[in-house]
């Protein structure tokens, strides 16, 4: 099994800056992709941004130029560092890990941008 662990979310201004974390641990095999997933208030969860083990990156139009992804494949450690953030990514950000045999999920971390 495979657990994720989130850190990083919390109330931030417009404008503002967030850094979220997400380790993974546990039996792990062979990592092909991680990233972050959003869900806000009534709305299906979407894609904010991934990156596979190559290195390949993808983002939300929504987030480009904004977000950064990136990875530490020493420590099974995605990163996303968020900034300019809007009222519009309020929500709670899901942690995904694809590996060799399944994909797992964060239990999420709340980021909520305010005046």
């Known amino acids: 099994q495979v657990q994720l662990a989130e850190s990083g979310g919390g109330l931030v201004q417009p404008g503002g800056s ?6 993974a641990s546990g039996s792990i095999f062979s990592i092909k992709a991680m990233g972050w997933y959003r869900q806000a208030p009534g709305k299906q969860r979407e894609l904010v941004a991934t990156i596979t083990s190559d290195g390949n990156i993808n983002y939300a139009d929504s987030v ?3 977000f950064t992804i990136s990875r530490d494949n020493a420590k099974f450690t995605v ?4 900034s300019s953030l809007k009222l519009e990514d309020t929500a709670v950000y899901f942690c ?3 590996e060799l045999i399944g994909d797992y999920w964060g239990q ?3 980021v909520t941008v305010s005046s």
């Open 64 to 66: 480009k130029g904004r």
């Open 108 to 110: 999420g971390t709340q």
């Open 79 to 82: 990163y996303l560092q968020m």
């Open 96 to 98: 995904h890990l694809d």
């Open 18 to 23: 967030l850094r979220l974390s997400c380790a």
